[in-house]
T-cell receptor
Framework: NAGVTQTPKFQVLKTGQSMTLQCAQDMNHNSMYWYRQDPGMGLRLIYYSASEGTTDKGEVPNGYNVSRLNKREFSLRLESAAPSQTSVYFC??????????????FGSGTQLSVL | AQTVTQSQPEMSVQEAETVTLSCTYDTSESNYYLFWYKQPPSRQMILVIRQEAYKQQNATENRFSVNFQKAAKSFSLKISDSQLGDTAMYFCAFMKQSNDMRFGAGTRLTVKP
């Protein structure tokens, strides 16, 4: 029961470095999401992908890019990391639309520190 | 844009007692879903309970129940017979039909022995 798998779990970057956070789900879900979690601010949506081949901006997209590589994988890229991007990042997925499917399954998170 | 407000940053309750966490939201949608997620120190996000807006009956999951007031746009979580394992951050969340889920800032709940 892998569910949603994120890698890496921890990462330290220097300002200006780039990196990609990987996310994969094995539940055949259509929709995938990237959130960041900061103290006192809950989870904020960065980008989401409602289906393979589509991506949309969320609340805080600046400084990030995403790729929906296929139905299983949704990656988040920081082209030039900044200290303000220090956060915990969560990937999530959800299944087909329908009353019983409307919920998110989350990965275990990535703690990212930008120095 | 939808917003979710949790007005209680921190709460505490004695073991075996009942506690209610508050949540309000703002939306112009008529069909949507509401959720409470629990985040223990392990950081894992765990779904506690969900409510469809078109259902008048309040959702219940064992010791967890909600008070959903659609007209007031209020969605509170009641935890009965609180247990030490209930200590966690609790997030209220709103999802509209497009599957775009938004979260409140969270309430840190501590259950005291």
């Amino acid at each position: 029961n892998a569910g949603v798998t994120q890698t890496p779990k921890f990462q330290v970057l220097k300002t200006g470095q780039s990196m990609t956070l990987q996310c994969a789900q094995d539940m055949n879900h259509n929709s995938m999401y990237w959130y960041r979690q900061d103290p006192g601010m809950g989870l904020r949506l960065i980008y989401y992908s409602a289906s393979e081949g589509t991506t949309d901006k969320g609340e805080v997209p600046n400084g990030y890019n995403v790729s929906r590589l296929n139905k299983r994988e949704f990656s988040l890229r920081l082209e030039s990391a900044a200290p303000s991007q220090t956060s915990v990042y969560f990937c999530a997925s959800s299944g087909r639309r329908g009353p019983s499917n409307e919920k998110l399954f989350f990965g275990s998170g990535t703690q990212l520190s930008v120095l | 844009a939808q917003t979710v407000t949790q007005s209680q940053p921190e709460m505490s309750v004695q073991e075996a007692e009942t506690v209610t966490l508050s949540c309000t939201y703002d939306t112009s949608e008529s069909n949507y879903y509401l959720f409470w997620y629990k985040q223990p120190p392990s950081r894992q996000m765990i779904l506690v309970i969900r409510q469809e807006a078109y259902k008048q009956q309040n959702a219940t999951e064992n010791r967890f129940s909600v008070n959903f007031q659609k007209a007031a746009k209020s969605f509170s979580l009641k935890i009965s017979d609180s247990q030490l394992g209930d200590t966690a951050m609790y997030f209220c969340a709103f999802m509209k039909q497009s599957n775009d889920m938004r979260f409140g800032a969270g309430t840190r709940l501590t259950v005291k022995p």
